[in-house]
C-alpha cells in the first residue's frame, strides 16, 4: 500500500517536472486562461501547449472547462500554489549567493506594491514573476516566457514614458 502512495507522489511530481507546466501553473495561480491567452503569454506552437495542458489534466493539476468554442483552465487544487511557492523558497535559500536569484527572495514588504506584466497586464509580484528584466535601471517583471520575449523584441513599445 505504501508503495503505491509513493508511486503516485513521483507520477505527480513527474508531471510538474517540466519547466512550461511549471510557468502554466504559475500563470493560473490567480485566475483561469484560456488556451488561446496561455498560449500567447507563453509563446508555444498550439500543440505542443495542448500535450502540456493534456499532461497536466490527466493528473488534476488543472481544470478544464469548456464554454462555447473556449476552454478555460484553473489549477485544480490551491495548494498546487503552495507546493510551488514552498519550493521556490528553498530554491531561493539554496541559490542565495546567485545573482539570478537575487530579485526572487525579496521580503513581503518588498513585494508590495504589485506590478504588471508590460505585456500582457498580468498582475505580478517579484516573487511571483516568471521572469525579470533591468532595463535603464528599471525592473520589469513577467507572466511567462512569451511576455518576456515579446518585450525583449521591442522594450519600447511596452515601456511608459516618464
Given amino acids: 500500500m505504501y508503495s503505491e ?10 508531471a510538474l517536472s517540466n519547466p512550461k507546466r511549471l510557468e502554466i501553473l504559475q500563470l493560473l ?20 501547449l495542448s500535450q502540456h495542458l ?3 489534466r490527466l493528473s488534476k493539476v488543472v481544470e478544464a472547462k469548456r464554454d462555447g468554442k473556449q476552454i478555460h483552465y484553473k489549477v485544480a487544487h490551491k495548494n498546487f500554489i503552495k507546493a510551488s511557492d514552498l519550493m521556490r523558497e528553498i530554491l531561493i535559500e539554496q541559490h ?6 537575487k530579485d526572487l527572495g525579496r ?5 508590495v506594491p504589485l506590478s504588471l506584466d508590460p505585456v500582457c497586464k498580468m498582475r505580478l509580484s517579484p516573487k511571483t514573476a516568471s521572469f525579470i528584466s533591468k532595463l535603464n535601471g ?11 520575449e515579446t518585450f525583449n523584441k521591442n ?4 515601456i511608459r514614458k516618464k
Avoid: W
Fill in 155 to 158: 522594450p519600447n513599445k511596452y
Fill in 54 to 56: 493534456q499532461v497536466l
Fill in 107 to 111: 521580503k513581503m514588504t518588498d513585494l
Fill in 5 to 14: 502512495v509513493f508511486f503516485f507522489h513521483a507520477k505527480l511530481l513527474k
Fill in 96 to 101: 542565495q549567493n546567485d545573482p539570478l536569484i
Fill in 29 to 48: 495561480r490567480n485566475q483561469q486562461l484560456t488556451v488561446s491567452e496561455i498560449q500567447e503569454m507563453l509563446s508555444l506552437p498550439q500543440g505542443n
Fill in 138 to 148: 528599471d525592473s520589469y517583471y513577467f507572466c511567462a516566457s512569451g511576455c518576456f
